[in-house]
Nanobody, 122 residues
Framework: QVQLLESGGGLVQTGGSLRLSCAAS????????MGWFRQAPGKEREFVAA????????YHADSVKGRFTASRDDAKNSLYLQMSSLKPEDTAVYFC???????????????WGQGTQVTVSS
Protein backbone atom coordinates (compact mmCIF):
# COMPACT_ATOMS: atom_id res chain seq x y z
CA GLN A 1 0.00 0.00 0.00
CA VAL A 2 1.00 3.64 -0.36
CA GLN A 3 3.23 4.87 2.41
CA LEU A 4 4.99 8.16 3.06
CA LEU A 5 7.20 8.17 6.12
CA GLU A 6 8.76 11.38 7.36
CA SER A 7 11.83 11.48 9.57
CA GLY A 8 14.49 13.90 10.74
CA GLY A 9 12.43 16.15 12.95
CA GLY A 10 13.52 17.17 16.41
CA LEU A 11 14.42 19.99 18.74
CA VAL A 12 16.84 22.63 17.49
CA GLN A 13 17.89 26.09 18.62
CA THR A 14 17.12 29.28 16.73
CA GLY A 15 19.50 29.58 13.79
CA GLY A 16 20.08 25.86 13.60
CA SER A 17 19.51 23.41 10.78
CA LEU A 18 17.61 20.19 10.17
CA ARG A 19 17.11 17.91 7.20
CA LEU A 20 13.78 16.21 6.88
CA SER A 21 13.37 13.05 4.82
CA CYS A 22 10.29 11.41 3.37
CA ALA A 23 10.54 7.78 2.28
CA ALA A 24 7.92 6.75 -0.28
CA SER A 25 6.66 3.30 -1.19
CA UNK A 26 3.67 1.66 -2.84
CA UNK A 27 3.38 4.01 -5.81
CA UNK A 28 5.46 5.27 -8.72
CA UNK A 29 7.40 7.95 -6.86
CA UNK A 30 9.23 9.28 -9.92
CA UNK A 31 5.89 10.05 -11.61
CA UNK A 32 4.61 12.24 -8.81
CA UNK A 33 5.27 15.78 -7.77
CA MET A 34 5.93 16.13 -4.07
CA GLY A 35 5.13 18.73 -1.48
CA TRP A 36 6.00 19.71 2.05
CA PHE A 37 3.38 21.24 4.34
CA ARG A 38 3.39 22.14 8.01
CA GLN A 39 0.86 22.68 10.75
CA ALA A 40 1.53 24.60 13.94
CA PRO A 41 -0.65 24.19 17.04
CA GLY A 42 -3.95 26.00 16.61
CA LYS A 43 -3.22 26.93 13.01
CA GLU A 44 -4.23 25.61 9.62
CA ARG A 45 -1.92 23.49 7.57
CA GLU A 46 0.23 25.61 5.27
CA PHE A 47 2.34 25.07 2.19
CA VAL A 48 6.10 25.00 2.63
CA ALA A 49 7.63 23.73 -0.60
CA ALA A 50 7.02 21.59 -3.67
CA UNK A 51 9.09 19.90 -6.32
CA UNK A 52 7.98 18.70 -9.72
CA UNK A 53 8.04 15.03 -10.71
CA UNK A 54 11.12 15.70 -12.86
CA UNK A 55 12.89 17.57 -10.09
CA UNK A 56 13.56 20.48 -12.41
CA UNK A 57 11.13 22.88 -10.75
CA UNK A 58 10.87 23.80 -7.10
CA TYR A 59 8.59 26.22 -5.30
CA HIS A 60 8.93 27.58 -1.80
CA ALA A 61 6.65 29.66 0.39
CA ASP A 62 7.80 33.22 0.91
CA SER A 63 8.19 32.54 4.62
CA VAL A 64 10.90 29.93 3.99
CA LYS A 65 12.44 31.14 0.74
CA GLY A 66 16.20 31.34 1.02
CA ARG A 67 16.22 29.18 4.16
CA PHE A 68 14.56 25.90 3.10
CA THR A 69 15.27 23.78 0.03
CA ALA A 70 13.23 20.86 -1.26
CA SER A 71 14.96 18.11 -3.22
CA ARG A 72 14.34 14.53 -4.28
CA ASP A 73 16.27 11.36 -5.05
CA ASP A 74 14.21 9.09 -7.27
CA ALA A 75 16.74 6.28 -6.97
CA LYS A 76 15.97 6.20 -3.26
CA ASN A 77 12.27 7.04 -3.56
CA SER A 78 12.94 9.89 -1.19
CA LEU A 79 12.04 13.53 -0.73
CA TYR A 80 14.06 15.94 1.39
CA LEU A 81 13.67 19.33 3.00
CA GLN A 82 16.87 21.04 4.05
CA MET A 83 16.05 23.67 6.63
CA SER A 84 18.50 26.28 7.86
CA SER A 85 18.38 29.52 9.84
CA LEU A 86 15.44 28.06 11.72
CA LYS A 87 13.14 30.35 13.68
CA PRO A 88 10.70 29.65 16.51
CA GLU A 89 7.84 30.32 14.07
CA ASP A 90 9.00 27.31 12.04
CA THR A 91 7.85 25.07 14.90
CA ALA A 92 5.21 22.71 13.49
CA VAL A 93 4.46 19.20 12.39
CA TYR A 94 5.87 18.78 8.90
CA PHE A 95 4.13 16.56 6.35
CA CYS A 96 5.16 15.29 2.96
CA UNK A 97 2.59 14.68 0.25
CA UNK A 98 2.41 13.27 -3.27
CA UNK A 99 0.34 14.69 -6.10
CA UNK A 100 0.18 15.29 -9.81
CA UNK A 101 1.18 18.96 -9.79
CA UNK A 102 3.67 20.77 -7.52
CA UNK A 103 1.16 23.25 -6.19
CA UNK A 104 0.53 24.99 -2.89
CA UNK A 105 -3.05 23.77 -2.45
CA UNK A 106 -3.16 20.81 -0.11
CA UNK A 107 -6.33 19.41 -1.64
CA UNK A 108 -4.39 18.71 -4.84
CA UNK A 109 -2.28 16.04 -3.15
CA UNK A 110 -3.35 12.41 -3.14
CA UNK A 111 -1.12 10.81 -0.52
CA TRP A 112 0.08 12.10 2.84
CA GLY A 113 2.52 11.05 5.50
CA GLN A 114 1.91 11.09 9.24
CA GLY A 115 4.22 14.00 9.92
CA THR A 116 7.34 14.72 11.93
CA GLN A 117 7.62 17.30 14.70
CA VAL A 118 10.05 20.19 14.38
CA THR A 119 10.53 22.38 17.42
CA VAL A 120 12.72 25.48 17.32
CA SER A 121 13.64 26.90 20.71
CA SER A 122 14.36 30.58 21.22
Amino acid sequence: QVQLLESGGGLVQTGGSLRLSCAASGFSFSSYSMGWFRQAPGKEREFVAAISWSGTSTYHADSVKGRFTASRDDAKNSLYLQMSSLKPEDTAVYFCAAGIEPVSEDHAYDYWGQGTQVTVSS
